[in-house]
């Protein structure tokens, strides 16, 4: 089974902060995501990469950027974090071949107070 | 862009009775893939069902099946012999077969069943 892990459950941190949201996959994948999630709007992509090094802006990159080092981490940065940040962040993996479906993490509760 | 809208918060369906949720979306497109996720309390994302927009048959896992009308742009999931396990969140989304942005996947706002015993 194809494994995306998520560092942490829940996270609380203030504002103004720089905060580090991580994600491994154990599948090799090339492509990764970083979602988030909030009540009547659904999941909204924030980045994803789909090699080394490679990232690409989703449609809410703003008061975020990642880094993906190596293959298999991902990692979702709040470079100055807000109130507004607070909110499920979820990450997810799949292979880089058409139709492939995505696989996800636990996700990350992420409170800004 | 490509949106997708479930026009149905939350849902009830009585255990072992059948359940319809409803998704429709927009696109120009005509390759793309669609996708229902359900969401348990657990918070973990699981694909239940896949399908190709350029395959006419509609696709089918065990108990979830769906309705696929691509003329309509309506993609709605039943769920038959409801079981108490299958209240979760449900999530519709949309995949563009064009590489970019590779893989990101549109969604819904949710659909919330219910399973009553």
């Known amino acids: 089974d194809v494994k995306v892990t998520q560092s942490s459950r829940y996270l609380v941190k203030r504002t103004g902060e720089k905060v580090f949201l991580e994600c491994v996959q154990d599948?090799?994948?090339?492509?990764m995501f970083w979602y988030r999630q909030d009540p009547g709007l659904g999941l909204r992509l924030i980045y994803f990469?789909?090699?080394?090094?490679?990232?690409e802006k989703g449609d809410i990159p703003e008061g975020y950027s990642v880094s993906r080092e190596k293959k298999e981490r991902f990692s979702l940065i709040l470079e100055s974090a807000s109130t507004n940040q607070t909110s499920m962040y979820l990450c997810?993996?799949?292979?880089?071949?058409?139709?492939?479906?995505?696989?996800f993490g636990d996700g990350t509760r992420l409170s800004i107070l | 862009a490509q949106t997708v809208t479930q026009s149905q918060p939350e849902m009830s369906v009585q255990e072992a009775e059948t359940v319809t949720l409803s998704c429709t979306y927009d696109?120009?497109?005509?390759?793309?893939?669609l996708f229902w996720y359900k969401q348990p309390p657990s918070r973990q994302m699981i694909l239940v069902i896949r399908?190709?927009?350029?395959?006419?048959q509609n696709a089918t896992e065990n108990r979830f099946s769906v309705n696929f009308q691509k003329a309509a742009k309506s993609f709605s999931l039943k769920i038959s012999d409801s079981q108490l396990g299958d209240a979760a969140m449900y999530f519709c989304?949309?995949?563009?077969?064009?590489?970019?942005?590779?893989?990101?996947?549109?969604f819904g706002a949710g659909t919330r069943l219910t399973v009553k015993p």
């Open positions: 990469s789909y090699d080394v090094k490679m990232k």
């Open positions: 989304a949309y995949r563009s077969a064009d590489p970019a942005p590779l893989g990101a996947l549109r």
């Open positions: 599948m090799d994948h090339e492509n």
């Open positions: 696109t120009s497109e005509s390759d793309y893939y």
């Open positions: 399908q190709e927009a350029y395959k006419q």
């Open positions: 997810a993996s799949s292979f880089g071949v058409r139709g492939q479906p995505q696989h």
